[in-house]
């Protein structure tokens, strides 16, 4: 099992620049994941942005890429996102999540362990 959670969130004017850093704390036998960030704003599903795969691969929706970097520190057990030339559309809360077998890794559904969020905001 895992537990996420997540920190790093605030408020930056558009064109700055966040780190997101999830911690992951795992009980019982470790197990490879796919993990990934996801955001949502009020009223809008819950959307993919930036995944990392089990092997490793990183990919990213259009939306953000070039201006995110996902990322992975097995000593420290974080996954990371850094965020940079924010625009004030990228605010949104942010979350980690992990799954043991994701084949979509756009769908929610796919992930079994989610952090609580952490809010990103970006003025203009």
């Known amino acids: 099992d895992l537990r996420l959670v997540e920190s790093g969130g605030g408020s930056v004017q558009a064109g700055g620049s966040l780190t997101l850093s999830c911690a992951v704390f795992?009980?019982?036998?470790?197990?490879?994941?796919?993990m990934a960030w996801f955001r949502q704003v009020p009223g809008r599903e819950r959307e993919g942005v930036a995944f990392i795969d089990s092997e490793g691969r990183e990919t990213y929706v259009d939306i953000v890429k070039g201006r995110f970097t996902i990322s992975t520190d097995n000593a420290k057990s974080t996954l990371d996102l850094q965020l940079n030339s924010l625009k004030p559309e990228d605010t949104a809360m942010y979350y980690c999540?992990?799954?043991?077998?994701?084949?979509?890794?756009?769908?929610?559904?796919?992930?079994?362990?989610w952090g609580q969020g952490t809010q990103v905001t970006v003025s203009s």
């Open positions: 795992e009980t019982g036998r470790r197990t490879r994941y796919s």
């Open positions: 999540a992990a799954g043991r077998y994701v084949a979509d890794r756009l769908r929610v559904q796919e992930y079994e362990y």
